[in-house]
């Protein structure tokens, strides 16, 4: 088999694999898979940019919690109904990640770590400030009837999944198209070596910000369905815990791979639902999953797998 | 209370928190300044040394100044030697890369929060302060009667908050003699500018990483001991002071101390007088936006001469 049906026939077994685990997993673990999947949206947007690229944002839960508030605040103000907010959601985040991304592209290393960092928490901090409308860390509930989309009811268990496994699968396509097209690997040779695609003629600005606005936008879709699905649309979602959570999905599962942000999700939210279990203090998993992987494992679990068994993995 | 009183008090409220900030900027822009590090979990280190010294006064009782004095040395100098530590057995193995090591921060300061949630739990706790006898301070007016001082009702502050004004004063001031006239202050220097050049001519810069690192988490923790008679410690108490020092020492120019010391001043007075008049949050995300915006138009820094 040549590399090219291999990847193909992973990726379209991983999603038939997701799709037969519909029917058989208890209730439990099929609502924990479903949340998972749409978080892993979420982590292959911020991968784009971070594995891809080479460019680490520290405030990709600007874009996430854009998406959310773009479809909550339209359904809770407006009247909008599921389908019109869920745009509204993508198209907030597709224009939030352009103007983020045109001024913070203008700085590199940690300059732009620093730089999408206070974006997001100036984001976090207007949706604390326009309470009113946002009720701030309370968060609002989308209703029950607010959530169907095309006939669909969102709230139904088994809709819910079937609409998220449909997202990720979405996804998960455009990511291994885009990662095939000559526009991501430019992005993969601004990551290797940013003077040298210079050199070569590529307008370096123009594809980093491209990248940062895909990213930002497929984070903001994973936003928006995010709310629609469960219901709840939180200023949670917009502190900097999401923006360093995509990063530890993707270091984990592997950075630079259509894969490791799904691994790395499913794999980081049971290891945080198990250790909920026994302290409250869950996150201490998340502080020292990171320092381990820094200092073993950069390559990340898919990325570890590539290096050692299929060379061919995208 | 009339205005002109509101506002001087304001001012003295926005003193004692410059004084507290400037004390842990001036450690996040000595470890940036030197080592390149830009250290995320410098809030916990904060954060440790008010927990600390809450430890050691409720241990050591008696008179809350012996346990005040004996926190002020201990808390400092055990969050000093945890960082460097952490330098010695993570950031150094990282070679101090950019990305990594501000990926390794990250995780740090999950842990120092996370592990001080175990063993010191949810609760906000006291410290005494050490002495904190009232003083009221008068008001002019200008009457029916011409001039007269008046003493307007809760008009006035601690002596304890002029102490904690003092002592942040004192330690700048030591810092910087060591910084300008010590030995140890020159090879910091040198490994800051060149730090390839200071290795051949023999400087222990491992030696020194560790160090500057352990010397910015204390002063950290000793700004942290310093404000939990007025503040009491948490366990999420690092992220507000992590958020102020970022601000401070991006304005004040990355890695130039005088700078930072002048944007931390500046920025803890307007701090205090903006949320006395002005909604905070409001504040917050003004200059947060500011902050970024600086960075992105004048990455020098407003003071600053060099780039990040």
């Known amino acids: 088999m040549s590399a090219r049906s291999k990847t193909l026939a992973l990726h379209v077994g991983v999603i038939l694999a997701l799709l037969l685990l519909h029917f058989v997993l208890p209730t439990y673990h099929h609502g924990n898979l479903a949340r998972i999947m749409v978080l892993s949206v979420y982590a292959m947007g911020f991968n784009l940019v971070f594995g891809y690229t080479g460019l680490l944002s520290l405030g990709h839960a ?8 773009g479809s909550g605040l339209t359904i809770a103000h407006l009247g909008f109904g599921a389908e019109a907010a869920f ?3 993508v198209v907030s985040a597709f224009i939030i990640s352009a103007i983020v991304g045109a001024l913070a592209l203008r700085t590199a290393g940690v300059a732009l770590m620093i730089v999408t960092l206070m974006f997001a928490q100036a984001g976090w901090y207007t949706i604390l400030y326009f309470g009113e409308y946002t009720r701030g860390d309370e968060g609002f509930v989308i209703q029950r009837p607010d959530r169907v989309f095309w006939g669909i009811d969102l709230s139904d268990a088994s809709n819910r999944y079937l609409v998220a496994l449909l997202l990720f699968a979405a996804t998960l396509i455009i990511t291994l198209k885009f990662v095939e097209s000559r526009f991501g690997r430019v992005l993969v040779a601004i990551r290797e070596n940013e003077e ?7 307008d370096i600005f123009r594809y980093k910000l491209g990248a940062v606005i895909l990213s930002g936008t497929i984070s903001g879709l994973a936003g928006a369905s995010y709310g629609l699905l469960f219901g ?3 200023a949670t979602f917009a502190t900097v815990q999401y923006s360093i959570l995509p990063l530890l999905w993707v270091l984990l599962g592997g950075a630079g791979t259509v894969l490791g942000p799904l691994v790395g999700t499913a794999f980081m939210t049971y290891l945080i639902d198990k250790s909920s279990e026994y302290t409250a203090a869950y996150m201490i998993v998340a502080g020292v999953v990171l320092v381990l992987l820094t200092l073993f494992a950069r390559q990340g679990i898919m990325g570890e797998v590539r290096r050692r068994f299929l060379p061919w993995l995208p | 209370m009339e205005f002109g ?6 001012i003295l409220e926005g003193a004692v928190q410059a004084a507290v900030l400037t004390l842990t900027a001036v450690g996040l822009s000595l470890v940036f300044g030197v080592m390149r590090v830009v250290n995320v979990a410098h809030g916990e280190f904060y954060m440790l040394g008010a927990v600390l010294a809450w430890c050691v006064t409720s241990t050591l009782g008696g008179h809350p100044a012996i346990g005040f004095v004996a926190a002020l040395i201990i808390a400092p100098l ?3 030697l945890i960082a460097a530590a952490a330098d010695i057995f993570i950031l150094k193995r990282l070679e101090y890369e950019p990305k990594n090591t501000i990926v390794a921060t990250i995780g740090m300061l999950y842990v120092i929060q996370q592990v001080t949630l175990i063993a010191y739990g949810p609760e906000a706790r006291p410290v005494q302060a050490p002495f904190n006898q009232r003083i009221s301070l008068p008001w002019f007016e200008f009457g029916d009667a011409g001039f007269a001082l008046t003493w307007p009702w809760g008009f006035g502050t601690t002596t304890y908050k002029l102490a904690v004004i003092v002592a942040a004063v ?13 030995r140890l202050g020159l090879i910091m220097r040198a490994t800051q500018l060149d730090r390839e050049m200071a290795q051949a001519f023999g400087m222990p810069v491992e030696k020194v990483n560790a160090m500057v690192f352990g010397l910015g988490a204390a002063l950290a923790a000793l700004a942290g001991v310093l404000i939990v008679p007025i503040q009491q410690a948490h366990y999420l108490m690092g992220a507000e002071p992590l958020l102020l020092s970022f601000i401070v020492v991006i304005i004040g120019g990355l890695g130039s101390l005088a700078g930072t010391v002048l944007a931390a001043v500046v920025i803890g007075l307007s701090d205090g007088v903006i949320s006395v008049f002005f909604s905070p949050t409001l504040a917050k995300i003004l200059s947060t936006l500011f902050v970024a915006l600086i960075l992105v138009f004048r990455p020098q820094g407003l003071f600053g001469k060099r780039d990040l």
């Open chain 1, 87 to 89: 745009l509204a959601g």
């Open chain 1, 196 to 202: 040298r695609a210079r050199m070569l003629g590529y």
């Open chain 1, 62 to 69: 600007l874009f996430f919690a854009a998406g959310m508030y």
């Open chain 1, 232 to 234: 709840y649309v939180g």
């Open chain 2, 78 to 80: 055990m969050v000093g």
């Open chain 2, 5 to 10: 009183p509101h506002l001087l008090l304001a």
């Open chain 2, 170 to 182: 004192v330690v700048l001031i030591g810092l910087w003699n060591l910084m300008a006239r010590s």
